[in-house]
């Protein structure tokens, strides 16, 4: 699938997305969520007969680091990503009260649309 855009859910509660710069440009600390949207979409019937149409995404989250690979954003442990990558481009995760990383997991998981 082909990604057309991404965004990513601090610990603050701010977010950035590819519409407000580069990967290279989003802050480096903090991340509890990225999703990342691709360009292929489904649609779901309403309840008034008409069609809404989402694109396919995926959520990443409760990972150390997430970093941007050819095919879209990524995520995983200290061991892989410490593989050489471009200063700026690996983002760390943080920890946050289960409640908090919830409120910010949920804004996440219910984002939708690109």
Known sequence: MRVIGWR???????VFSSLDGGWKEA??????????????NYS???GDGSMRVFNYRKVLHSQEYYWLEPDGPVAGDAKVA????????V???G???KELFRDIYDRARSDLKW
């Open 8 to 14: 990513i859910y601090f610990g603050d509660g701010s």
């Open 27 to 40: 802050p480096t600390q903090g991340v509890q969520a990225v999703v990342v949207f691709y360009a292929e």
């Open 44 to 46: 779901i019937p309403h």
């Open 82 to 89: 410490s593989a050489q990558r471009p200063a700026g481009t």
């Open 91 to 93: 983002k760390a995760g």
């Open 95 to 97: 920890l946050l009260t």
